[in-house]
């Protein structure tokens, strides 16, 4: 049992680098067809590898190229007619001669439409109608009774993915742009703009250069930030936290400081961040930083104030 399960894994992953070297240039010219498609990429398949477009299609969605998966057999029944003269299809079938997907080839070849086939026989019936074949190699698979999709598959989600990473490349996508599509969870939450999370308004906790420290230690009291920003017209000079405090009391044991000046004891010109930086750049100064809290600046203007707590507990587990 142990040596099927190890013979799967190697020949599997043995499978994928055979693609290695040879792959490389049709799927950049799949990748400049899809990129001047005008329409959507419409990806087909049945069975396994069905379920591999299914996979294919999200990724693709997922990182700027609109995509959609329909089922081969949907399609015969009435789905094709979602497919315009616009689009461009991309089949998954390891034989290419399924007959489901050999039956779409008349109607979507009189639309116009280009087609890019990935599948183990560039001489079946789809890869002689594609327009870009690409070629997963797969002879037999790795199971063993030689016939059920494990390597096929494997291989076409690999090629798959890589056709995504080839038009995300070319789209000069970035994280950016990924954050529009990922709102939720702790990767949308990693994506957010600073702007969306931080404190502002009457919620930012704001001493004058003249406040004394225990006028500072009110502020920070009452808005329950652990910090208190020192700023003049609205320009950040220092920040004061509780850990400054704490360092403060027992440097000066035996003396009056909390009537001396705030200004003497914050940290000056502390680090800051911008409103357009991202939740996930913003716990990293922070962490690197080994501090909790960052004041949002933009053109040396106090907008806010984005704490760690707050970043942490926002995240979706």
Do not use: W
């Amino acid at each position: 049992m142990k040596n099927a399960v190890t013979e799967l894994l190697i020949s599997e992953s043995e499978a994928i680098g055979a693609l290695v070297g040879r792959i490389e240039a049709p799927i950049l010219k799949a990748a400049d067809l899809l990129y001047n498609c005008k329409g959507r990429v419409i990806v087909m398949g049945l069975g396994k590898s069905g379920l591999i477009g299914r996979k294919i299609a999200a990724t693709l969605s997922s990182t700027g190229t609109s995509s959609f998966f329909i089922h081969a057999a949907d399609a015969l029944h009435g789905d094709l007619g979602t497919v315009t003269e616009l689009d461009c299809v991309l089949f998954l079938s390891k034989s290419g001669n399924t007959g489901e997907v050999l039956s779409l080839l008349p109607p979507i070849k009189r639309l116009g439409v280009s087609i890019i086939a990935i599948t183990s026989e560039p001489a079946s019936e789809l890869g002689k109608e594609a327009d870009v074949v690409l070629d997963i190699g797969v002879s037999s698979e790795a199971e063993p009774i030689g016939i059920v999709p494990t390597t096929s598959t494997t291989v076409m989600l690999a090629v798959g993915d890589a056709l995504a990473v080839a038009l995300m490349i070319r789209r000069g996508f970035t994280r950016e742009a990924f954050a529009q599509f990922h709102p939720g969870g702790n990767l949308g939450h990693l994506l957010r703009h600073v702007s969306e999370v931080m404190h502002t308004g009457k919620a930012v906790p704001i001493v004058g250069p003249e406040a004394t420290v225990l006028e500072g230690i009110v502020v920070m009291s009452a808005e329950r930030l652990g910090h208190v920003i020192v700023a003049g017209e609205n320009r950040v000079i220092g920040i004061f936290s509780d850990g400054d405090l704490r360092r403060m009391l027992q440097a000066h044991p035996h003396e009056d400081v909390v009537g001396m000046p705030i200004i003497d004891f914050c940290t000056r010109n502390p680090k800051v961040i911008g409103p357009d930086a991202i939740v996930e750049e913003a716990i990293r100064m922070m962490e690197t930083s080994k501090i909790s809290a960052l004041p949002v600046v933009e053109r040396d203007k106090l907008l806010g104030l984005v704490h760690l707590h707050d970043l942490l507990e926002n995240k979706v587990v």
